[in-house]
């Protein structure tokens, strides 16, 4: 039996076969659909009490002509959300709901840690906030805070970098954005979002990139009945649907690019290259994206290290983008020369990491080794926490000396519950999982990847890392998992006993 590529909650980026005949044509202000909102005031400030006493301080800023609303939120006492780190707020705005002001809440890597409900901002308030429960709150105005750097800045903004958004509880819902300028304003951009159903849309095909009008770009589908805004401010990107289909035929069922994408990290941030497996050689394997390769110049591979130089892009012929094979010479893309090739030789072609000098700087990535094998006692809670029986586990990773474990189990079906694998992470004594579910056919089979006949594949760990504030806030873990038909690359984020699974790409494994 066969399976979809990859997990529903992979965010595939591949080409729409745009052509510059029309997908960069300009669309009139006229076509924005009917909800924008018209009547909100531009900026307010309160501080707040929640039902179960704990208390917030909260401003927004308000778009009537984009239909935005951004600004942050702070908790002093919560013991829901962190306390005295003001949150990023914001939302697409609508007339559907002319009096209420419906917003999300993030963290710095676009999680979305609770939402916000605001009614009447300007009269009667009244106020509700979710964070993994519904609470009830009082509204006191406050002096709205001087801002040196507003978050709805209107002058010219040319993004670069990395976007995302994720519900850490629902991992089918989550979307990203891959974006590059230049100092002219042209963009490129790859964009993908989850509901669970898929949502993709990328310039990278057409002939010229599209020139930013201000702080945004309007995208028309001319192929699909579809066309949307992409506007860029301070801290996050805000996408919304201005012409076509409710639901266009080049997305899955009631999927949609709607929302707000949180910057996420630095623009240099690691990118995976697809080795040649004498080591000489590595491949960024994409013809056209945002990234820079002049920039990268040390590769990681399972912790070591090997300097690398841009020799060059190569044209390849492999049959459509987002497409890596066993022949090296046939992988669009830009290639760099290994100074170690040890570092990257291998027996077969793997993905591993390109970084840059300023990352490396700014992060210690950790020693990385083959984990012999997953330890009885931490298998024993992983069955204790999930009151089910492992089928099947796999040793990962063994980091840091030993003081942080990666493995993998597998559970079978049990009554009404799916086979379902399972991420287990400990750092130094503090679990963390990720739920992997697997793909139930009607005749009962079932399995996470193409051809994969009913076993997880557990991925590989490239390096290890921590980043915050507090050296122990956040532990981050860059992997490649290898399936039959892809190869799907992203970043585990750890915090405290939460983790949270980033898919940065997957690509199709071409057997030609």
């Known amino acids: 039996m066969r399976f979809p590529l990859i997990a529903i909650f992979a965010i595939v980026f591949a080409s729409c076969g745009n052509t510059s005949g029309d997908a960069n044509a300009a669309i009139s202000t ?108 009082a509204l006191d105005k406050a002096e709205f805070p001087k801002k040196d750097f507003p978050l709805l800045a209107k002058e010219a903004n040319y993004p670069t970098g990395y976007y995302a958004f994720a519900y850490p509880n629902d991992p089918n819902k989550c979307g990203s954005i891959d974006i590059a300028s230049d100092n002219d304003g042209n963009i490129r951009f790859r964009i993908g979002s989850a509901t669970p159903n898929i949502a993709e849309a990328d310039n990278l095909s057409d002939d010229a990139p599209i020139k930013i009008n201000g702080n945004y770009i ?109 022949n090296f010479e046939l ?64 040793a990962i990773a063994s980091i840091d000396g030993g003081k942080i474990t990666v493995f993998s189990v597998q559970f079978g079906a049990s009554g009404d519950k799916k086979p379902l694998a399972v991420i287990v992470i400990d750092d130094n004594g503090t679990i963390a999982t990720i739920d992997m579910p697997a793909f139930v056919a009607d005749d009962g089979t079932y399995g996470w990847n193409v051809d994969d006949d009913g076993t997880y594949l557990p991925p590989t760990i490239l390096t290890a890392y921590r980043t915050g504030v507090d050296d122990n806030e956040t532990l981050e873990l860059y992997y490649v998992k290898n399936a039959p038909e892809s190869v799907t690359c992203g970043r585990y984020l750890v915090r405290k006993n939460h983790a949270y699974n980033f898919i940065t790409y997957s690509y199709y494994f071409w057997v030609n």
Not at 97 to 122: K, L, Q, R, V, W
Not at 273 to 290: C, L, N, Q, W
Not at 376 to 381: E, G, I, V
Request: proline residues 6%.
């Open 331 to 394: 992988i669009p893309g830009y290639v760099f020369d290994c100074a170690s090739p040890d570092v990257a030789k291998s027996d077969f072609p793997e993905m591993m990491l390109a970084t840059t000098d300023k990352w490396l700087e700014t992060y210690k990535p950790m020693s990385v080794a083959n984990l012999k094998a997953v330890p009885a006692d931490l298998a024993s809670k992983i069955e204790k926490r999930y009151e089910r029986k492992i089928q099947r586990k796999e």
């Open 218 to 326: 309007d995208y028309d589908f001319g192929n699909c009945d579809y066309g949307f805004r992409m506007a860029f401010f301070n801290r996050f990107i805000a996408v919304r649907q201005i012409r076509g289909s409710v639901n266009p035929s080049c997305f899955g069922n009631n999927a949609r690019l709607d929302g707000i994408y949180v910057q996420t990290s630095d623009n240099d941030m690691p990118a995976f290259v697809y080795s040649d497996p004498s080591g000489r050689r590595v491949i960024h394997p994409e013809a056209e994206d945002a990234f820079n390769p002049k920039a990268y110049n040390t590769l990681i591979n399972k912790g070591k290290t090997s300097k690398i130089t841009f020799s060059g892009k190569q044209k390849g012929d492999t049959p459509s983008t987002g497409t890596v094979t066993g």
């Open 30 to 137: 006229d076509s924005i659909v009917s909800n924008l909102p018209t009547k909100f005031s531009p900026q307010y400030a309160w501080n707040g009490t929640l039902n179960d006493g704990a208390k917030f301080s909260l401003w927004l800023e308000t778009d009537n002509d984009l239909g935005i609303a951004a600004g942050e939120i702070t908790f002093s006492d919560s013991k829901k959300a962190p306390s005295g780190t003001p949150l990023l707020v914001a939302s697409l705005l609508s007339n559907d709901t002319p009096d209420t002001i419906f917003a999300d809440f993030f963290d710095e890597y676009g999680n979305i840690i609770g939402s916000i409900t605001i009614s009447a901002p300007d009269g009667n308030t009244k106020c509700s906030i979710d964070i993994e429960q519904e609470f009830e709150a």
